[in-house]
């Protein structure tokens, strides 16, 4: 026969609460990595184009970039952030026409990437490429990145969507999404101001 | 003579290293791109660069440490003074 040590007590693990979802923090980490690698590729290019002679940091064939067009791309970007931001309050509400203002969020953002895709066909087409300029070379592989960047938030945006829909949304995962787009959507400024301009 | 390098050449180090510093900041300043065209807007657009790459990652390290901390401190199961708390009240309860 065995007898319990006294000395020996059942402890029971204390309940424990997230403070933060695991989604979210792991997107806010990830997103502070992208902001540095944002931040690199922004410092070669400053300090490129300062360093440069001033007639020499130009498109070929005195082209230049489309700043106009690019606005317009940015205001659909800025809309898209906007659609989001209310979609996510209509999320917490339980409101039902969240679904659409996210799915009319999504179709902002491929709008933006669209139009900007539109852009770089032309200006390939008038001979802008990577070995073109050194300042070709920064636009596509700047722009090209962010547009990356753009297109898996969008898919990501596309997957919450989905879920919304089949009603198994988790907070989490959409926090996470909102919070990848967000940064997209604020990076592109800085991006734009200081290359196109 | 460990305790000659601790009492005499290690101050010495240190003031020697501090003012080469502080004295004479353009020998020290490490810009690989500064001076090759002489421009000062090259100079001005490495240090403010240096800046950005060192302070950014700071900043958002900090930032997300105090955001991680308010949100700990709203939730009551974290906070170990709410937790104390209710376990003095407790303890009160089952005295009385």
């Known amino acids: 026969m065995t007898t319990m040590n006294p000395m020996l007590r059942v402890v029971r693990p204390r309940a424990r609460s997230e403070v933060v979802p695991s989604g979210l923090l792991g997107m806010v980490i990830f997103v502070g990595t992208e902001v540095m690698f944002f931040a690199g590729l922004i410092s070669a290019f400053t300090i490129s184009k300062a360093g440069a002679p001033r007639d020499a940091w130009n498109l070929p064939a005195g082209h230049v970039l489309p700043l106009a067009a690019t606005a317009v791309n940015t205001a659909a970007l800025f809309v898209s952030g906007a659609l989001l931001w209310i979609a996510g309050r209509q999320y917490r509400g339980r409101s039902s026409v969240a679904t659409q203002t996210l799915l009319a969020a999504i179709f902002f953002g491929a709008l933006f990437v669209m139009l900007q895709g539109r852009e770089w066909v032309g200006l390939i087409g008038r001979g802008v490429t990577l070995r073109s300029s050194a300042l070709g070379a920064f636009f596509y592989v700047i722009v090209g990145t962010h547009a990356v960047h753009a297109v898996a938030a969008l898919a990501g945006l596309g997957v919450a969507w989905w879920r919304l829909r089949a009603g198994r949304l988790s907070y989490g995962f959409f926090l996470a999404a909102q919070t990848f787009w967000y940064f997209v959507v604020l990076i592109w400024p800085v991006i734009y101001a200081r290359v196109y301009f | 003579m460990r305790e000659f390098i601790s009492s005499v050449a290690g101050p ?85």
């Open chain 2, 12 to 96: 010495r180090v240190v003031f020697i290293t501090g003012t080469l510093v502080t004295a004479a900041p353009a020998s020290a300043l490490a810009c690989p791109v500064c001076g090759f065209i002489g421009t000062s807007d090259n100079t001005w657009a490495y240090q403010a660069m240096s800046a950005m790459l060192t302070l950014l990652p700071l900043a958002m390290v900090g930032a997300i440490v105090w955001w991680l901390a308010r949100l700990a401190a709203r939730e009551p199961r974290h906070n170990g003074l709410a937790l104390r708390e209710r376990q003095v009240r407790r303890d009160r309860a089952v005295d009385g």
